[in-house]
């Protein structure tokens, strides 16, 4: 009689053990290495939030609510550059866009847009979370604390942030932060940023797809208002199920798509498709993107258009979008070639000056419309 060897016998039942296998030629094939990821909870001891960044963040989401569900007839502004990839040049923006938007207050709640996360056509420099020495490098953890640094800067100064949520489990090293968030076009439609959004603690905004396509969005909006069970990483780095109550603040962004969508009629078209499915019709329009046609000076006169429908009475354009940094322009990301000073390497932005005029001018806006 032939007895298995003894160290295929499970000591505590005695049972036979099947010999561990080399997966090797199956599993993990492609991966070159993986390295260790800081845990959110050791990030957020190390940079924690203070009592005053916790009441802005709060209030700063509340007055959105408020905006989203018509209880507040200022218009929402989220301005600032495509991405952010250096920390000072961004708290010199930072200070010239809190130093403008106090005396708007009345008629305008200005977030500054803070992008760290670049969803890419094929390849590319992935954001300062991913790439911070923009170097391929791709020194994650450090990324992941620069972008809560600044977080913590810009909103201790007192001005509210906003950013996209692309990759999954970031969102748990930030979002304490964040007043307002976005869902990409490339992303509208997934269902894990859907499920993602419905536990936001923040507002949301999903643009529409791609090809300009609205009903994607309305869907998302749909989706993010009912609760959800889904897979994530909890702030203690432990996979985990989280159950969502669903996110009732989210709301449709005009990107343009095909063509641009921020002229009447399409804001018409937007609304019936939102009245369909049974939700409030408002849009926040991007001034850049496909309704820019992807040449950013034109996103001035998109928002001067976008100003006087709102001066005439337009209610259901509750947001604005507007891709802005210190100077205008845009400027490749190449290997051992100094960078200028304030001018993006991702999409092409307004100057300071230009941006400065148009929130005068949306606030103007807002101010006559009060008067009709």
Same mark, same amino acid.
């Not at 993990?28 to 203070?50: G, M, N, Y």
């Not at 500054?112 to 923009?134: A, C, Q, S």
């Not at 942030?161 to 304490?176: A, H, K, M, R, Y």
């Given at each position: 009689?032939?007895?298995?060897?003894?160290?295929?016998?499970?000591?505590?039942?005695?049972?036979?053990?099947?010999?561990?296998?080399?997966?090797?030629?199956?599993?993990?094939?492609?991966?070159?290495?993986?390295?260790?990821?800081?845990?959110?909870?050791?990030?957020?001891?190390?940079?924690?939030?203070?009592?005053?960044? +916790?009441?802005?963040?709060?209030?700063?989401? !509340?007055?959105?609510?408020?905006?989203?569900?018509?209880?507040?007839?200022?218009?929402?502004?989220?301005?600032?550059? $495509?991405?952010?990839?250096?920390?000072?040049?961004?708290? !010199?923006?930072?200070?010239?866009?809190?130093?403008?938007?106090?005396?708007?207050?009345?008629?305008?709640?200005?977030?500054?847009?803070?992008?760290?996360?670049?969803?890419?056509?094929? #390849?590319?420099?992935?954001?300062?979370?991913?790439?911070?020495? +923009?170097?391929?490098?791709?020194?994650?953890?450090?990324?992941?604390?620069?972008?809560?640094?600044?977080?913590?800067?810009?909103?201790?100064?007192?001005?509210?942030?906003?950013?996209?949520?692309?990759?999954?489990?970031?969102?748990?090293?930030?979002?304490? +932060?964040?007043?307002?968030?976005?869902?990409?076009?490339?992303?509208?439609?997934?269902?894990?940023?859907?499920?993602?959004?419905?536990?936001?603690? $923040?507002?949301?905004?999903?643009?529409?797809?791609?090809?300009?396509?609205?009903?994607?969005?309305?869907?998302?909006?749909?989706?993010?208002?009912?609760?959800?069970?889904?897979?994530?990483?909890?702030?203690?780095?432990?996979? !985990?199920?989280?159950?969502?109550?669903?996110?009732?603040? $989210?709301?449709?962004?005009?990107?343009?798509?095909?063509?641009?969508?921020?002229?009447?009629?399409? #804001?018409?078209? !937007?609304?019936?498709?939102?009245?369909?499915?049974?939700?409030?019709?408002?849009?926040?329009?991007?001034?850049?993107?496909?309704?820019?046609?992807?040449?950013?000076?034109?996103?001035?006169? #998109?928002?001067?258009?976008?100003?006087?429908?709102?001066?005439?009475?337009?209610?259901?354009?509750?947001?604005?979008?507007?891709?802005?940094?210190?100077?205008?322009?845009?400027?490749?990301?190449?290997?051992?070639?100094?960078?200028?000073?304030?001018?993006?390497?991702?999409?092409? $932005?307004?100057?300071?000056?230009?941006?400065?005029?148009?929130?005068?001018?949306?606030?103007?806006?807002?101010?006559?419309?009060?008067?009709?």
């Amino acid at each position: 009689m032939n007895l298995p060897p003894a160290a295929h016998i499970d000591p505590e039942t005695g049972e036979r053990r099947r010999p561990t296998r080399d997966t090797t030629r199956i599993d993990d094939t492609r991966i070159d290495a993986v390295r260790p990821l800081i845990t959110p909870a050791l990030l957020l001891e190390k940079l924690p939030v203070s009592e005053a960044t +916790l009441t802005l963040v709060e209030r700063s989401r !509340a007055q959105i609510a408020r905006i989203l569900a018509g209880a507040d007839d200022r218009l929402l502004v989220v301005v600032g550059p $495509c991405s952010i990839h250096d920390h000072d040049q961004a708290l !010199a923006y930072a200070a010239r866009l809190q130093a403008a938007a106090g005396p708007l207050a009345d008629a305008l709640l200005v977030v500054m847009r803070t992008y760290f996360e670049k969803p890419r056509t094929t #390849v590319g420099w992935k954001g300062y979370i991913n790439d911070p020495h +923009l170097d391929g490098s791709f020194a994650i953890n450090e990324g992941l604390e620069r972008a809560r640094r600044l977080l913590l800067e810009i909103v201790d100064g007192g001005l509210p942030v906003g950013t996209e949520f692309l990759d999954l489990l970031s969102p748990q090293f930030i979002s304490d +932060l964040v007043a307002w968030g976005a869902i990409g076009a490339r992303t509208t439609e997934s269902q894990s940023h859907r499920q993602l959004a419905s536990g936001l603690s $923040c507002p949301v905004g999903f643009k529409n797809g791609t090809d300009g396509g609205v009903k994607v969005a309305a869907d998302a909006l749909v989706a993010a208002a009912a609760p959800h069970a889904f897979m994530g990483m909890t702030k203690m780095g432990q996979a !985990a199920i989280f159950e969502t109550r669903g996110n009732t603040d $989210c709301h449709v962004i005009l990107r343009g798509g095909r063509r641009p969508n921020f002229d009447a009629e399409s #804001v018409d078209g !937007a609304c019936a498709v939102l009245r369909a499915a049974g939700l409030r019709e408002q849009v926040m329009i991007d001034v850049s993107h496909a309704n820019s046609e992807k040449q950013h000076r034109r996103q001035i006169d #998109v928002a001067a258009d976008i100003a006087q429908r709102i001066a005439a009475g337009e209610r259901r354009i509750t947001g604005v979008m507007i891709e802005s940094h210190l100077h205008e322009g845009q400027q490749p990301l190449v290997p051992g070639q100094v960078l200028r000073h304030g001018v993006s390497i991702t999409d092409a $932005c307004i100057g300071w000056d230009d941006t400065h005029a148009l929130l005068l001018q949306l606030a103007a806006a807002v101010r006559q419309r009060r008067k009709g």
